[in-house]
């Protein structure tokens, strides 16, 4: 099955500041990529999303990276806000695996005012 | 409002007894999921439904039971089989396979 691997599971960066994830994956089948980010105690929310046929997608603050070759892909998160720190998770999904995602075990990111 | 609803938000049970988490949605996504987080851990999946009357072992799936009877209702039932079961429990939809999922707000279970 798939497993996704992500780092680093910490991140501590000073309000400003550019904030990198990144997630690797196993199943050269995965063809959609979310991101989620989820605050204390909530369900999580999905932030940004790539499919397969796209290298880049980005949204405000928030970029998404992909290398299908190496199955890798990456959270840019740039000019970080406090009330951007939470927990952040990647995830990886294909067709031929029911649509099952699988996540990462997370980063917890701190922006320090 | 369109969304994903869990109830309820906390629970207590005592060691021995099955209980119900419920998982409600007006999206009129035919795919719902069930999942548990651990503190400091990822989402791990128990059971998921893509469509109605039909679902499907998770990961983790020992020690749980689904239902989805509704297109907008897959209820959980956490069984004293459950060795563990004090977590977070996180339930989701998406329209389709490999479709964005929308995650409800969690119900954290506490076996006393």
């Known amino acids: 099955g798939e497993n996704v691997e992500q780092h680093p599971s910490t991140l501590s960066v000073q309000e400003g500041d550019s904030a990198v994830i990144k997630c690797t994956y196993s199943?050269?089948?995965?063809?959609?990529f979310p991101w989620y980010k989820q605050e204390l105690g909530k369900g999580p929310q999905l932030i940004i999303d790539i499919r397969s046929n796209v290298g880049e997608k980005k949204d405000q603050r928030i970029a998404v990276t992909l290398n299908k070759t190496a199955k890798h892909f990456s959270l840019h998160i740039t000019e970080t806000q406090p009330e951007d720190s939470a927990v952040y998770f990647c995830?990886?999904?294909?067709?031929?695996?029911?649509?099952?995602?699988?996540f990462g075990d997370g980063t917890t990111l701190t922006v320090k005012p | 409002d369109g969304g994903i609803t869990q109830s309820p938000k906390y629970l207590f049970r005592k060691e021995g007894q099955n209980v119900t988490l419920s998982c409600e949605q007006n999206l009129n996504h035919d795919a719902m999921y069930w999942y548990r987080q651990d503190p400091g851990q990822g989402l791990r999946l128990i059971y998921y439904?893509?469509?109605?009357?039909?679902?499907q072992k998770g990961d983790i799936a020992e020690g749980y039971s689904v239902s989805r009877e509704k297109k907008e209702s897959f209820p959980l039932t956490v069984t004293s089989a459950q060795k563990n079961p004090t977590a977070f429990y996180l339930c989701?939809?998406?329209?389709?396979?490999?479709?964005?999922?929308?995650f409800g707000p969690g119900t954290r279970l506490t076996v006393l």
């Open positions: 199943d050269s089948a995965s063809n959609y």
């Open positions: 989701a939809s998406s329209m389709g396979w490999a479709d964005t999922q929308y």
């Open positions: 439904s893509q469509i109605v009357n039909d679902f």
């Open positions: 995830a990886a999904s294909s067709n031929t695996n029911a649509g099952k995602s699988t």
